[in-house]
Nanobody, 117 residues
Framework: QVRLVESGGGLVQPGGSLSLSCVAS????????MAWYRQVPGKQRELVAQ???????DYADSVKGRFSISRDDAKNTVHLQMNSLKPEDTAVYYC???????????WGQGTQVTVSS
């Protein structure tokens, strides 16, 4: 089964930027549309950005204009550029497919993003 490994998280001050990467062990084209999600303790995982196989991106209202998702199918990688970060962006960030299909991998470990002064 395809494995997903997220990286790039860390501690950043409000207004700062981070760039997250997600590398898949096999083709992300098989997975299809890809997304970044985030989760805070006690809350459901939420989708913050998605990108389809044609490169069209959509964003949650809470991150629109600040986050940018991209994909590199040749490198089986999905990126999330996060700018103008706010304390409420603090969460564990995960990548995965958008649709619940047999090709959707198990969730990875995620990467912790903490926005704090």
């Amino acid at each position: 089964q395809v494995r997903l490994v997220e990286s790039g998280g860390g501690l950043v001050q409000p207004g700062g930027s981070l760039s997250l990467s997600c590398v898949a062990s096999d083709s992300i084209l098989v997975i299809g549309d890809m997304a970044w999600y985030r989760q805070v303790p006690g809350k459901q995982r939420e989708l913050v950005a998605q990108i389809n196989i044609h490169g069209r991106a959509d964003y949650a209202d809470s991150v629109k204009g600040r986050f940018s998702i991209s994909r590199d199918d040749a490198k089986n990688t999905v990126h999330l550029q996060m700018n103008s970060l706010k304390p409420e962006d603090t969460a564990v960030y995960y990548c995965n497919g958008v649709h619940d299909t047999p090709y959707r991998p198990a969730w990875g470990q995620g990467t912790q993003v903490t926005v704090s002064s």
